[in-house]
């Protein structure tokens, strides 16, 4: 049902769009969509009245993934099955499309039911984390990290930036939205943090094209999930929805415990 609905809003907004090309090549990149897991868990926490920021935070994924796939980034020819959009509408609308999607999103959130203060700190909050010192320079180093050697810290760093930190402010964003107390904020912060370095090591182990050896990300799990667990028992009010994510990255291979994970949960304690 959630995902019903994050589906039919996103299909009012893209049917609004006025040239054809642009609608139809949104609507390409945006259905049939993913898990739809950032604005799940954003509503998790806020409830309906979040949806307009639910969808503008898919808007922004989705443009990232736009951009990733293009030629000049990963360069990838297919995205959850079919060919990537730049494959069927050529590369320069894939890149206009994703600059709209971006845009998009944050007109959403300007003419959302929110209140004008709420919205702008929404707005605030999300171009911090997706910008020059978030999702943007993430996605940077990541290129720049590409064939050759790094160090578990620098990767740590990259993921936090480019996975992370979007996870996170859809996070924020519904807690803000709920009106939680800063004190529930900063778990939620941390959550996002720790998910979000989960979610990209599953990625990693999926892909087995990860710079850090197999063994050294294998060894990082446990205590993440641990540390996981930990932050969503100290919620005010349980959230069945992340406790249910969280045992989605569960099955990730594990082996011993190392320096690593003990400096991985030590850094996200320091950021939260």
């Not at 790094?150 to 709920?178: N, P, Y």
């Not at 998910?195 to 993440?224: A, C, H, M, V, W």
């Amino acid at each position: 049902m959630i995902a019903k609905m994050i589906d039919e809003r996103i299909e009012q907004i893209v049917s609004k769009i006025d040239n054809k090309i642009l609608r139809e090549a949104s609507h390409y990149a945006l259905f049939p969509g993913g898990k739809r897991i950032r604005p799940k868990m954003l509503l998790s926490i806020s409830g309906k009245t979040g949806l307009d920021v639910a969808v503008a935070i898919e808007l922004i994924h989705t443009y990232t993934l736009i951009h990733d796939d293009l030629p000049s980034m990963d360069n990838d020819d297919f995205r959850r099955g079919n060919p990537t959009l730049h494959k069927v509408f050529g590369e320069a609308t894939a890149i206009l499309t994703g600059d709209l999607l971006l845009t998009l999103a944050f007109q959403v959130i300007a003419e959302s039911s929110l209140s004008p203060s709420l919205a702008l700190n929404v707005i605030l909050n999300i171009s911090k984390k997706i910008g020059a010192n978030g999702l943007i320079v993430g996605q940077l180093l990541d290129i720049a990290s590409k064939n050759k050697p790094i160090d578990w810290e620098e990767h740590q760093h990259i993921s936090f930036r480019k996975t992370a930190d979007l996870f996170t402010t859809a996070l924020v964003c519904g807690a803000m939205i709920k009106g939680l107390p800063e004190s529930e904020i900063a778990i939620y912060t941390q959550f996002g943090q720790t998910f979000g370095l989960l979610y990209q090591l599953k990625d990693d182990l999926d892909d087995q094209n990860s710079p850090i050896p197999i063994n050294e990300l294998n060894r990082t799990k446990d205590l993440l999930i641990t540390h996981a667990e930990h932050l969503l028992s100290l919620l005010s009010s349980p959230n069945s929805f992340l406790a249910d994510c969280l045992t989605s990255l569960s099955t990730i291979a594990v082996t011993e415990m190392s320096d690593q994970t003990l400096s991985a949960v030590s850094t996200i304690s320091k950021n939260g």
